[in-house]
């Protein structure tokens, strides 16, 4: 059996395994009347002038996220600053939004706040970036929470899950058949 899910969910499912410390994110969901920026990029405040971490275009990336007409703005928030109430995260959110893609933010309409509290599995040092995925015979677990954060380290604890898996059932593909693991942008 292979379980791929958050620490927290299987832990519930298998008492005794270890749940990491986390950190809270929290998502904005902005709708603009006009896009702010049209190219599919991410944007990162590296100088963390506000709650913001990274934000986007999501409409530029996909269209079909939004009515026509609208674009859809997502933004990022992590760490203690995403506990914020939604107003004032929201008030904050925007005046920074507004810097970074140098237009105004006054129309923008507020869809959603998503807090999650355990979105991010902490990784603090010394972390160990690769526990097992095999804790018992014929039981697997893959997720963050076995690997990095995130869903780059989500991804190569399934590859290693899979490959334990493929193992220890000898039914390892041929080598062609294998991709190596990449991030797609």
Same mark, same amino acid.
């Given at each position: ?18 749940v990491p410390e986390h950190h809270p994110v929290t998502v904005l969901h902005h709708a603009a009347p006009e896009p702010p920026m ?30 026509? !007409? ?13 506990? /914020? ?8 959110a925007r005046g920074q939004l507004a810097e970074l893609y140098g237009a105004s933010t006054r129309r923008w309409e507020l869809l ?10 902490? %990784? ?13 015979? !014929?039981?697997?677990?893959?997720? $963050? ?7 780059? !380290? ?6 290693? /899950?899979?490959?334990?898996?493929? $193992? ?10 294998? %991709?190596?693991?990449?991030?797609? /942008?």
């Open positions: 059996m292979l379980l791929a899910t958050g620490a927290h969910r299987a832990a519930e499912l298998l008492p005794g395994l270890r049209t190219a599919p990029a991410l944007l990162v405040d590296a100088d963390q002038k506000g709650p913001v971490t990274h934000t986007w275009v999501t409409t530029a990336v996909d269209p079909s996220r939004a009515l026509p !007409g609208r674009t859809l703005v997502t933004s990022v928030v992590l760490g203690t600053q995403a506990a /914020a109430p939604s107003a004032s995260l929201d008030d904050a959603a706040l998503h807090h999650d509290t355990r979105a991010v599995p902490a %990784m603090p040092a010394p972390h160990d970036a690769r526990r097992p995925v095999r804790v018992l015979g !014929g039981l697997y677990v893959c997720g $963050d929470h076995r690997e990095t954060s995130g869903s780059r !380290g989500a991804l190569a604890s399934a590859r290693r /899950a899979s490959s334990a898996i493929l $193992d220890d059932f000898g039914l390892r593909p041929a080598a062609r058949d294998e %991709m190596p693991l990449r991030a797609v /942008a």
